[in-house]
Antibody
């Protein structure tokens, strides 16, 4: 059974750093793109970036380039999304998602990040 | 890359059919048969309902169907049920983004 299991909810202060994770299982982790999707409170879905764990090819949406870093450790089938300095506007639910050809066929359960002083 | 345009809300009574539109351009919806649809209930992760314009994944009810005409794709829900009340997002391949795919703005479906 394919699963993407994300790390738990986080509460951080502005300026702090954070790294959240997404562990894949039940499939060949290195053979599918994994993406990160942001959903701000009451808003829609936005692609932040994607990574191909097989060769670490990483691409970012222009809106998120330079704001976050996406990485993956294929030895433990885990993808990461990290911030070096959080802002209140980073408060959102973050989903990892497996891209299978032209669609997302599996989603993580989501990680809620709250940034507040 | 701008999001694809969907109506903010659509409503219908139980048993009725509703259709949600998803409008893009010739660089995305109109240029490729790579449109997918996702259902999201409150507090839950999205779920794939339709891919490649009109294909249903295993386990998705045949009350959900997809189509496309020109730059507009559509999701139709027939025999509307209370459990269909959710947010729905379209997505398409796009030649205008380094990420290759873009989501729609989302539609809230209300079952009256």
């Amino acid at each position: 059974e394919v699963q993407l299991v994300q790390s738990g909810a986080e509460v951080k202060k502005p300026g702090e750093s954070l790294k959240i994770s997404c562990k894949g299982s039940g499939y060949s982790f290195t053979s599918y793109w994994i993406g990160w999707v942001r959903q701000m409170p009451g808003k829609g879905l936005e692609w932040m970036g994607i990574i191909y764990p097989g060769d670490s090819d990483t691409r970012y949406s222009p809106s998120f380039q330079g704001q976050v870093t996406i990485s993956a450790d294929k030895s433990i089938s885990t993808a990461y999304l990290q911030w070096s300095s959080l802002k209140a506007s980073d408060t959102a639910m973050y989903y990892c998602a497996r891209r299978n050809a032209d669609r997302v066929d599996y989603w993580g359960q989501g990680t809620l990040v709250t940034v507040s002083s | 890359q701008s999001a694809l345009t969907q109506p903010a809300s659509v409503s219908g009574s139980p048993g009725q059919s509703i259709t949600i539109s998803c409008t893009g351009t010739s660089s995305d919806v109109g240029g490729y048969n790579y449109v997918s649809w996702y259902q999201q209930h409150p507090g839950k992760a999205p779920k794939l309902m339709i891919y490649d314009v009109s294909n249903r994944p295993s386990g998705v009810s045949n009350r959900f169907s997809g189509s496309k005409s020109g730059n507009t794709a559509s999701l139709t829900i027939s025999g509307l049920q209370a459990e269909d009340e959710a947010d729905y997002y379209c997505s398409s391949y796009t030649s205008s983004s380094t990420l290759f795919y873009v989501f729609g703005t989302g539609t809230k479906v209300t079952v009256l």
